[in-house]
């Protein structure tokens, strides 16, 4: 069955350090990626996409298949990216998003 | 924002009575899902439709049920509510199977 695992639930930097927010699967198909962020009061929305390979607001993450993983990165954390992390898979045989259980991330000044 | 609305944005209700929360659309998207945000469990699929009239069941239905008679409208009912549903409940809205999904802005439901 697919899963997705965040082992993280609450992570914690200092502005401009660089930010690792982790993320493993299990899919036994070729999986779709994604991460998805909610910012304080706001609505859950699309951050990125592993097919798409694009950064959004300096964030960027590799889908590494030997590892089963898809950590998300940017290398100079900013005090607006403040928020609450999903990491989410396709089950392409269903067409619905499985969610991580989310990394509340804090950027401390 | 994608046009998705939920309603109510907040109820608190009783134990042991029904209780609906809607999900209206305005972008004619095929597919419509119904999650609940947990702490330590993130988001859970309880139940989505890919079309009018059809539905199916995620990984903690148990205890609520869909209706999906318009393009527009999902509505899930928690036919009797338990302490266990107190939740944040989103819906989700979806052009096809594959591509981006849009949230409401979620319902937080609080059964006393």
């Known amino acids: 069955a697919q899963r997705v695992t965040q082992p993280e639930k609450l992570l914690s930097v200092f502005k401009g350090a660089p930010v690792e927010l982790k993320c493993n699967y299990s899919y036994s198909g070729s999986p779709e990626l994604f991460w998805y962020v909610q910012y304080s009061r706001q609505r859950l929305q699309l951050l990125l996409r592993h097919i798409s390979r694009e950064s959004i607001k300096g964030f960027t993450a590799d889908l590494n298949k030997g590892e089963t993983s898809f950590h998300l990165k940017k290398p100079f954390a900013q005090e607006e990216d403040s928020a609450m992390y999903y990491c989410?898979?396709?089950?392409?045989?269903?067409?619905?998003?499985?969610f991580g259980q989310g990394t509340r991330l804090t950027i401390n000044p | 924002d994608a046009g998705i609305t939920q309603s109510p944005r907040h109820k608190v209700t009783e134990t042991g009575t029904p209780v609906t929360l809607r999900c209206h659309q305005t972008e004619n998207h095929r597919y419509m899902y119904w999650y609940r945000q947990d702490p330590g469990h993130g988001l859970r699929l309880i139940h989505y439709s890919y079309g009018v009239k059809d539905t199916d069941k995620g990984e903690v239905s148990d205890g609520y049920s869909v209706s999906r008679s318009k393009t527009e409208d999902f509505l899930l009912t928690l036919e009797s509510a338990t302490s266990s549903q107190t939740s944040v409940y989103f819906c989700?809205?979806?052009?096809?199977?594959?591509?981006?999904?849009?949230f409401g802005q979620g319902t937080r439901l609080t059964v006393v």
């Open positions: 989410a898979l396709r089950d392409q045989g269903a067409q619905k998003l499985v």
């Open positions: 989700a809205i979806s052009e096809s199977g594959t591509s981006e999904a849009f």
